[in-house]
């Protein structure tokens, strides 16, 4: 059984994981009146960017993009770039909606978000080129 299948236990905790991940990242991030202070200026931005690294990561790790029969198990690529692709689009969402709940649309808090989807699609094909060295796999 090979990770990429649907049925695969870890895939299950991936998406477990995704789903808690992003309900606590969207109450986080719209629960008014939070405010972060930490030891260097705009702390809020690595958190933003480490955030959405994860979420990037979960989001792939769960197989919930670009996946099936249309695109094959060997296309890893074509999956980190919309994992990506939804990664930015879940932040601009994410700043977005924030006026709603009082918060405040900060474009460099979309930017840092932005970044972190940026490193996890490169972690994740770095990781994946390196696990796949020496094996048998075309991917």
Known sequence: MVMNEPTHRVRTVFRVGFVFYTIA?????HWPGVAIHGPIDRTDLV???GVFFW???LLYGA???A???RYGRACFTRRIIWAMVAGVAFAV????????????EDWTDMAAD?????????VIWGWVKVSRRGSNYNG
């Open 63 to 65: 197989g919930l993009v």
């Open 25 to 29: 990242l969207l109450i986080a991030t």
């Open 93 to 104: 969402f994410d700043e977005k909606t924030q006026p709603i709940f009082g918060r405040v």
């Open 47 to 49: 958190i933003h960017a």
């Open 55 to 57: 979420w990037t990561v």
């Open 67 to 69: 996946t099936g029969p």
């Open 114 to 122: 932005s970044f972190g989807v940026l490193v996890a699609g490169g």
